[in-house]
């Protein structure tokens, strides 16, 4: 079992940056993969990034490649995401998950945070 408590989102100006933490308990989390999901209102989970247990691989969704960053340390059992030149359609709740598989589909994910909002004012 593994639970994921996120942190770091809040009000920040276009162009700004802001870092995610993702607090994950149990010790397996250092096995599986660590991905970011994003939902605004209105609108469907979307897959951010993720990264693989051994952080070998990352991947980004198209909007963000480029100016967000996805990272882990398995010592401290933390995921992060580092969002720099913020706009304001990155406005979302934002989800770390973690899942068996290298997925970009929610569907498939394992395990769910609570989220952490992020408002990108213009």
């Known amino acids: 079992q593994v639970q994921l408590v996120e942190s770091g989102g809040g009000l920040v100006q276009a162009g700004g940056s802001l870092r995610l933490s993702c607090a994950a308990s149990?010790?397996?989390?250092?096995?599986?993969?660590a991905g970011w999901f994003r939902q605004a209102p209105g609108k469907e989970r979307e897959f951010v990034a993720h990264?693989?247990?051994?952080?070998?691989?990352?991947n980004y969704a198209d909007p963000v490649k480029g100016r967000f960053t996805i990272s882990r340390d398995n010592a401290k059992n933390m995921a992060y995401l580092q969002m720099d030149n913020l706009r304001p359609e990155d406005t979302a709740v934002y989800y770390c998950?973690?899942?068996?598989?290298?997925?970009?589909?929610?569907?498939?994910?394992?395990?769910w945070g609570e989220g952490t909002l992020v408002t990108v004012s213009s």
């Open positions: 990264i693989t247990a051994k952080s070998d691989t990352t």
């Open positions: 149990g010790s397996t989390f250092k096995y599986h993969v």
């Open positions: 998950a973690a899942s068996i598989a290298l997925t970009t589909l929610s569907s498939n994910i394992n395990y």
